[in-house]
């Protein structure tokens, strides 16, 4: 299939009838090389400069930020941390004395995110690391100069230098009457981490207890405030730097801060780093995007659960099971890192939903098979050219990089001729992307690739070779040098002859400042007086390869020929500059192709998912709750020979709170997971485990199922458990998920089931926020308050999805009796009165056992303990003493071996 007008290659050996374009399309031109060729004359007109990123319709259109000013004139102050991909933020408005805290999230290389950012933001100033990635900090620049210009205002960059000494920071307080933005350069210290954090914990805020003790700080603040985003801690840590060293400023500082809130981008998904590590949606979750020490790599392991093989190579980098590893067939790099940037941040914004979900039925439409391979095999050729832009912008583009240049202009080229082809529906986005994106140029900047760029002959010469039919004056330097090559045989030939006594090899060679010089292989005699000389000829150096001379014939070929060779370089340098000018003006293209190439990649990965291990694609909407019928865990049947799929059904206005009792190792666990998996998949926009599946949008997910216990972190399996738990209590709404898996059992029994009959009471009677965005938000959701108020917003009673498992069985005497609470178990039956089968079937009703001595016995502990255990336990259920096992001992009970 030849869908690309490619001409016909060039020959490699030049002749004088070599025959160029026609003057319409490849005028040929003798001029010096400083003037611009002809050959690129037509493409030039043609090619319209794109701009870099900045002026790009940004992400989110309803974009907006909590902290923006009232005034016209912006107090804002914005501190930015990015770190290998990884964007946080902390942004302070002295209006209302809060900082409100962007979550991290992972950023793409045209920093899309931070500018919206920055745009809705409006910030008089921007505080940042001196050690600032060059790009970004350039569109940082970028940015606040076109915020100056739209303000009537103008740009500075304030760079503070040194470890102690800086400049007088009241040059840097917002100028109010110019309007001015300005970037505040501080030093990396004041970003590190443990830094961040200790003046983090010296925050007082009102909502505090006042008899709070300094070491309870921390543990208070990360009921909402989540320590393991690391990039925004940071940034938080910078933030707090900078407000202490403006203590002439009547409202900025520490001390004056009301409230610390955190916020998300409008659309997104709000998942904490422990709920994402739980439901294994990454099988590596790294706490440290650094080289670790075997130190740290110890202090970290209980979190990153990373590769075997990943210690060796100091950062836990390979990716075994997960949600993502599952999903992850795409073709190309670019596609398999958008794919892991949609795992990574789950939307509920339902266009995107909505057109991800369009094109996964087209492609898992049999139907559709053959035009499905097409694009899989184009998607293999179209390579990341984003770092082969910036390398070439730099004058640095090597063979290989104009290779996938090639290569991705004309895959790309190809793929949009078979959506016209085809007359695929352009009502599917990723469809109409290609057709807008895909511009008709891409198969021009490929042909100029092609006829220019001689591979086969830029291998051999270890350089970038200009094919033959680009300038006459290059193509007869070229000619000349063929010539020349016969010349120069004749010449040494006939140098050999007029030396005396000489037998061995002789070569004329060219050096560049030096001219053509005669090379003999170096002899045994050579130099045994110190001399080198030979009569007629004038000796210049020595090296392994001979001994180097001039002649009157070398001479006279510097006069005839010259720096011949320099000169083609010097020729084939100055086209290739032209030609990557030409391309760099689709640096706008090609940023587009790599995100809609991205994108086609991931929807024909997930279709190619869900087709194999049959999935479907949910339905979702505002009011329909969680509905799924035979639902599996992704990840769990494929460990298993047989998975017993459940449906699930909570309604919008009953059954929110689900609680799940049943025998140890029944599988209360898994099916929790399984429904928190597949809330999670369709927001992200895959096909879900599932004949059926109707989902509601979901705006947090929040769960308590893993402990992930270190000394790195100071804190007790308990009390990790209750910040995790502390998030959901302070920012649930009616839209989210909550996932609680026996908690409480950290404690002794009567306080956990206390606390979790408490939180219960509390998700039942309190009024939850309906909306998505406030009165004062302008689009950002406020991830919730911390004393729970909800002012001037609609409220409705419904708490949010509950789904819990306990094996507190008396909870049912402690929590209130409504249609919103349903009690469910697993089915399980008795066999020959001693084992219990489990059948891993969900249906309503509660179980009053845990059964734990069959558990214990299945798990081959032995007849005198699972005896021992019974008795204690009967001896307890009917409020009886119980004997202990020394006097038991004493008086041969029969327990002496225990």
Known sequence: MNHFPFSTPQPSTLTSEQQHPSSSELPIVTDSVSRRFAFFASDVDKSKEVSLGFNRKPIFETFGVPVRSNDDLSQVVMSVVWHSGTLGAALYNPETATIDLLRDIPEDPTYQTLQSLVRSASPCMIVVSHTLDDKLREILKELAESHAEKDDGDFALEAEEGDSQFMDHSRLLPDQRSGKARISLLPGKDFALGPAKQRIARLRLPCMPEDIASTEIHSFLSTFIDFQRFCMVRALGGLLVYLDKHPGSERAGPSSVLAVRMFSMEGDVVIDQNSMHALRVFHTSKLWSGPLSVLQAKLFEPFSDSHPSA???????????????????????IGARMLRLWFSRPTQNPSILRSRHQAIRFFMNADNAQVKVEFEKLLLGIKDVRTTMGRMSKGAC??????????????????SKIVSRENLPLDIEIFGKIQDYFVKDLGRIARIIHNVVDAEASVLEERIVVKPGIV??????????????????????????????LTREIRITYIPHMGYLLVLNQGAEDGLDGSYERPGLEFVFKAKSGLFYKSERTRQLDNDFGDLVPKIHDFERAVLMQLQEIVLRYTRVFQDIMEAAAELDCLIAMANVATSRNYTVPQMGNDIGIMIEEGRHPLQELYVPTFVPNSTS???????????????MSGKSVYLKQVAVMVFLAHVGC????????????????????????????QSAFLIDLTQVGLAVNYATNKSLIILDEFGKGTRASDGLALLASILR???????????????????????????????????????VILLATHFHTLMELVPTTTMIRYLTLDTV????????????????????????LTSRAAGFSEKVVERMQEMTEKLRDNKPIEPLAKLRTSGAGFCDL
């Open 687 to 714: 096909p879900v485990p599932a004949s059926v599946a109707k989902i509601g949008y979901t705006d947090k997910i929040f769960t308590r199922l893993l402990s992930d216990e270190t000394v790195a972190l100071r």
């Open 650 to 664: 909570i309604g919008y206005d009953e059954n929110r709170v689900n609680i799940l009792t049943g025998p140890n």
């Open 762 to 800: 509390f998700f039942s009677n309190r009024s939850f926020d309906t909306s998505t965005t406030s009165s004062t938000t302008h689009g950002l959701r406020n991830i919730g308050s911390v004393n729970g108020t909800i002012n001037g917003r609609r409220v409705a009673h419904q708490p949010p």
């Open 830 to 853: 008795h066999s020959d009165g001693q084992s219990l089968v489990f059948l891993y079937k969900v249906k309503t009703g509660m179980f009053y056992s845990s059964h734990a001595t």
């Open 398 to 415: 090597t063979l290989n990089d104009w290779i996938a240049l090639q290569k991705t202009a004309e895959n790309s080229f190809i793929l």
């Open 311 to 333: 210690f060796k190579a100091g950062k836990a980098s390979k990716e075994g099971v997960s949600l993502y590893a599952l999903f992850n067939r795409c073709r190309s790099t």
């Open 472 to 501: 006459e004056e290059l193509d007869d330097l070229k000619r000349s040098l063929y010539r020349l090559n016969e010349t120069l045989t004749v010449i040494a030939n006939e140098e050999v002859s007029q030396i005396e006594g």
